[in-house]
C-alpha cells in the first residue's frame, strides 16, 4: 500500500467515522435531554409564565416536558434590540413551540438553530408576493417570522399578551405552525398524495369560504387575517386550536377534527 493511498483511506475512514458517528451523537445527547426533562422548580417556573401549560392533561405532560427539555438544549435564544432573554422567557417560548408536537412521535425543528426575541413588534423590510404573483416592496411591523428554516423571530411584548376571551392570539403557535407548515411543505405530518390533496383542498374551501364571509361583511370564528392566504389560514387556525378549542369545535366543527386528526390532539376535551 502506498502512502498516498494510505492516507487517502485514512481520510475516507475520518469521513465515515464522522457521518456515522454525528447523528448517533446527537441521538445519544437528545435522549439525555429528554430524560432530564424539566426540574420543578422549572415547571413552577413555567406555569407562572404560561397559563396554558396547566390546561395540558396530566398523562401528556411528561411528554412536553421532555420536548420543551431538547429544545431549550438544543436551540440557541438570541436577545435583539436590548431584549435581555431569561430563563422563564426561554421556557415559556419553548414549551409553546413543542405543545404542537406532544402528538407525535417525531420531534420537529430539526433544522431549527436559534429563536430571536425582541422586545416589541420590529420592523422588516423585503418584497411581499400575492397570490397573483404582484410583487411589493415595503415595510411590515411584526410581531413575529418564520421565513426560512434557520430561525423563528418573536415580540416579547407579543408573547406575554393574553387574549380576551374568546379571543384566539398565540404568537409562539402561530410562528411555530408557520414553521411546520414550511418544514413539512404545506401538510404537516400527513402522509400519502390522496390524504395530502384532500388536507390542501380542505384549507383552501375554508379559506375561501371565510373569504366570503368577510366580503359579505359577516362575523368569523377566526381572525380574518386567516385569510391572507393557505399559510396564514393554517397559523391562525392553529392558535385558534390551542387557544379556543371548544368554540372552535362549536363554530366549525368539520375543521376542528381536521386539526385534531394532524395533531393527533384534542384540547377542547380537556379541562
Known amino acids: 500500500m502506498s502512502a498516498a493511498f494510505a492516507v487517502v483511506l485514512a481520510g475516507c475512514l475520518v469521513v465515515l467515522a464522522w457521518l456515522i458517528g454525528r447523528p448517533l451523537l446527537a441521538a445519544r445527547r437528545r435522549g439525555v435531554l429528554e430524560a432530564r426533562a424539566l426540574s420543578a422548580a422549572e415547571r ?46 426561554r421556557l415559556a417560548i419553548a414549551s409553546q413551540a413543542c405543545l404542537l408536537a406532544i402528538g407525535h412521535d417525531r420531534a420537529p425543528y430539526d433544522s431549527l438553530r436559534s429563536v430571536l426575541v425582541y422586545p416589541s413588534q420590529f420592523v422588516v423590510s423585503g418584497e411581499w408576493h400575492d397570490e397573483d404573483g404582484v410583487v411589493t416592496a415595503e415595510s411590515r411591523v411584526l410581531a413575529g417570522e418564520s421565513w426560512d428554516v434557520s430561525r423563528v423571530i418573536l415580540s416579547w411584548e407579543d408573547v406575554d399578551s393574553r387574549g380576551a376571551p374568546g379571543e384566539a392570539y398565540n404568537v409562539v403557535i402561530h410562528e411555530f405552525a408557520h414553521y411546520l407548515d414550511h418544514e413539512f411543505g404545506g401538510t404537516p405530518w400527513i402522509e400519502g398524495d390522496d390524504a395530502r390533496r384532500r388536507w390542501i383542498r380542505l384549507l ?68
Open 44 to 89: 413552577e417556573l413555567l406555569a407562572g409564565n404560561w397559563p396554558g401549560y396547566a390546561r395540558v392533561p396530566p398523562a401528556l405532560v411528561p411528554r412536553l416536558d421532555a420536548l420543551t427539555a431538547v429544545f431549550l438544549g438544543e436551540k440557541e435564544f438570541v436577545g435583539c434590540g436590548g431584549q435581555v432573554v431569561t430563563p422563564s422567557m
Open 204 to 271: 383552501d374551501e375554508e379559506l375561501q369560504r371565510l373569504r366570503a364571509q368577510a366580503e359579505a361583511g359577516e362575523r368569523s370564528f377566526l381572525d380574518p387575517y386567516a385569510a391572507e392566504d393557505r399559510s396564514e389560514f393554517f397559523a391562525v387556525a392553529s392558535e385558534a386550536f390551542f387557544e379556543e378549542p371548544a368554540l372552535f369545535a362549536s363554530e366549525l366543527p368539520a375543521l376542528y377534527r381536521a386539526f385534531a386528526d394532524v395533531y393527533r390532539l384534542d384540547p377542547a376535551a380537556w379541562s
